[in-house]
Every structure is written in structure tokens, then in C-alpha cells.
């Protein structure tokens, strides 16, 4: 067993939360190489890089999954912001049950499942960090009211906006998950306006961030950073790690005592069947241009349908796939499926979809449409 001594180079987990307005979003952007994921659209107005926006929980994790595995098409990836990247959490929670909200599953079983995967989520961003992207989650502020064990009366204090019910864990996990949580604020300070000091009005107004504990708010740092900074990217720029995703070559230097692994074996692709009598036809997987791709009916959900157009999945693959388990029959139209049916079988449930439409033009096993 190896035993690794000293500093590790890697990338950075970085929380940044505040009110509306701070600046989270212009701070994130001065992240080295940074690609957005922007859940509320707020950076339309901005020049950088982002995915599309997301308008499902589904579309979020595959654009997650695709920073893991094209690390070396970014150094930052920004989630912005993560409290309403939750809000597609809940929503795709409360379409797989069949439930109109979150507070509908009873005994506060339904934040347990907003926790779990949350949880899973912030799994795969570390999986984004370990291939040496930096991860940026902006959050937005709120105020709560919050009284200590130990100590009689209550004050207000700044917290993440994540879970607005006290039996909500999400906001204690994303802490726990960061490197940096960082809080910005408008730092401000009462004056005197006459001789008594009776009179006072708050002046200031500066843009400061703070990196510790305090009794009014939630914040922390790993590398010995001051309590309070401008709130400025050049105020951390000496921590955040430029290093991009290593090469092969390099992490075999890096690491000598690794054995490299295997590789992958070529399995070979089943010659495809030409169509004769029993109607089957050979489709290509994915092959089709970026970019390139028709438009969907624009009547399908905006959820499903930008799901259909970012896999390069038509209205025929699912008609078929739907067909072939029985729900309806293969010349309904999208359109006309069920709501419940759609956002809690097709976009809740699109990986596994998805994996049946790869399956099936793998297999060669979709009939014509007549």
C-alpha cells in the first residue's frame, strides 16, 4: 500500500452564494475556461460559454456527464444557480410518484428523496473535479430565523436558499461537499446623522465576499484564506488550480506505481439485416451531424422534446419504444400521450428510455410506421 505525503493538485469545489444582484454569475465567469449550466437564464446577456438551458432534471445530469467525460473542452464547469437546479430535482421527483408537490409524500418522505438525489447529483460533480474540471455552484441567499441550543432568543442569519423547510437536508450536504463556500454581501455600516447619534442611516455599500464561520452567516475555506476579501476573482485566483484534465501519458508519470489499464476490446458490430418481408430497416445510432438534427413537434413538452433533440431521438423512436412496452399503441402521437405519462415515464424515467431506443436500432428491431 502506497502512502502519498504533501499537497495534491486538483481541481477546486467552489460554493458562492448571496442576494440577487451580488455578482455570483460575473464572478463565476472569471473562472478559468469556464462552461455554463444555466438553470434560470440569467446570462443571456453575458459572452461566454454554456449548454443549453436545461428543462429537466434529465437534461442537467446529461450535460453534467458530458463535462466528465469532454474534460478537455473546459477547466470550470458553473452550475447557475443550484437552488433551482433543485427545483427540477423536486419537480422530477414529484412526476415519478405522481405527486403534485413535495410536502404530498407525507412524514417528510419526500425531502428524503430530494436528499438522496441530491446527493447522487453532487456525486457526479465530483466525478467532473476528479477528471481536473473546477465546479462552480452559485446559489442565491435567504434570510432565516435561527436560535441556538445553548443560548436563549433567536436572531436572523444568512443561509443557502436550498430547501425552504427546516426538514430539507440539501442545503448541510452542498456545504459539506465544498472546498469553498463563499458568502457575498453588500458590506454596510450604521452612521450618525446628528449630535445624539439618535439618528442613523447606513452608508457603504462595497461588494465584499467572507470565507469563515460567523454567527450571521454559513461560509468556510481550506487554504488559509483572510475572513473577508473583495469580491473579485483575483481575490482566489492563487487557489483555483489552472491544471486542465491530465493526459494519459501524464497520469502515468504522476502516478508510476499504477498499473495501467487494459484495453478496451473492439466488440464487433452485428452485420445489419437488409429489409425484406417482415418490414425491419437498418438505422445509424447517433451518427447524425450536430446541429444537423430536424426539429421536433413543437407540440411535444419543451422537457421531452429538447431531451429528443440533444439524443438525436425522433417522435418514431419513441412511438416504438412506448409500442413496444405496451402503453400505447405506435401511431399515437406524442402530442397526445397523457402529461403524467410524459413527465414521469419518458423525461423522469429518459436514461432508461433512451437506453431502450439505442437497444432497438442496435438490434434492428424497429418496424416501418405505416
Not at 463565476?28 to 444555466?38: M, Q
Not at 430535482?89 to 413535495?102: F, M
Not at 428523496?113 to 462552480?136: C, D, H, I, P, W
Not at 487557489?239 to 494519459?248: E, G, H, K, W
Request: charged share 25%.
Amino acid at each position: 500500500m502506497e502512502i502519498i505525503r504533501g499537497k495534491i493538485p486538483c481541481a477546486k469545489k467552489v460554493v458562492v452564494y448571496g442576494p440577487e444582484g451580488i455578482g455570483k454569475s460575473t464572478f463565476a465567469s472569471k473562472f478559468p475556461n469556464p462552461v455554463f449550466i444555466d438553470t434560470e437564464g440569467s446570462t443571456n446577456s453575458m459572452d461566454l460559454a454554456r449548454f443549453p438551458k436545461p428543462t429537466s432534471w434529465q437534461m442537467i445530469l446529461d450535460e453534467v456527464e458530458y463535462a466528465r467525460s469532454h474534460p478537455n473542452e473546459m477547466k470550470t464547469l458553473v452550475i447557475d444557480t443550484v437552488d433551482w437546479a433543485e427545483s427540477l430535482c423536486i419537480k422530477n421527483i414529484c412526476d415519478k410518484h405522481q405527486k403534485s408537490g413535495i410536502e404530498d409524500f407525507g412524514y417528510g418522505n419526500g425531502y428524503v428523496y430530494v436528499k438522496e438525489e441530491m446527493g447522487r447529483f453532487l456525486n457526479k460533480l465530483s466525478e467532473v473535479v476528479e477528471a481536473g474540471v473546477n465546479v462552480v455552484l452559485t446559489a442565491h441567499a435567504q434570510i432565516r430565523k435561527f436560535e441556538q441550543p445553548d443560548e436563549l432568543g433567536a436572531y436572523d442569519r444568512w443561509e443557502l436558499k436550498l430547501g425552504k423547510k427546516t426538514s430539507s437536508q440539501t442545503s448541510p450536504l452542498v456545504k459539506e461537499w465544498a472546498d469553498m463556500l463563499l458568502f457575498a454581501n453588500y458590506k454596510t455600516f450604521s452612521v450618525a446623522v446628528d449630535d445624539k447619534g439618535k439618528k442613523r442611516k447606513a452608508q457603504g455599500g462595497e461588494r465584499v465576499m467572507y470565507t469563515a464561520h460567523h454567527a450571521c452567516w454559513d461560509a468556510k475555506n481550506r487554504y488559509g484564506l483572510p475572513e473577508e476579501l473583495p469580491f473579485t476573482y483575483d481575490s482566489i485566483a492563487h487557489v483555483i488550480s489552472n491544471l486542465a484534465a491530465q493526459p494519459d501519458s501524464e497520469k502515468k508519470d504522476s502516478f508510476p506505481n499504477q498499473i495501467p489499464p487494459e484495453p478496451k476490446k473492439e466488440t464487433s458490430k452485428p452485420e445489419p439485416v437488409p429489409a425484406g418481408n417482415n418490414q425491419q430497416m437498418s438505422l445509424p445510432l447517433d451518427n447524425t451531424p450536430s446541429g444537423s438534427f430536424p426539429a421536433q413537434d413543437p407540440e411535444i413538452p419543451k422537457a421531452l422534446r429538447d431531451l429528443m433533440e440533444a439524443n438525436h431521438v425522433d417522435e418514431w423512436d419513441i412511438q416504438n419504444v412506448v409500442a413496444a412496452r405496451g402503453y400505447y399503441p405506435a401511431d399515437v402521437r406524442i402530442r397526445d400521450y397523457d402529461k403524467d405519462f410524459i413527465d414521469g415515464c419518458l423525461v423522469g424515467a429518459w436514461s432508461q428510455v433512451y437506453g431502450m431506443v439505442k437497444e432497438m436500432k442496435e438490434k434492428q428491431e424497429i418496424p416501418f410506421n405505416n
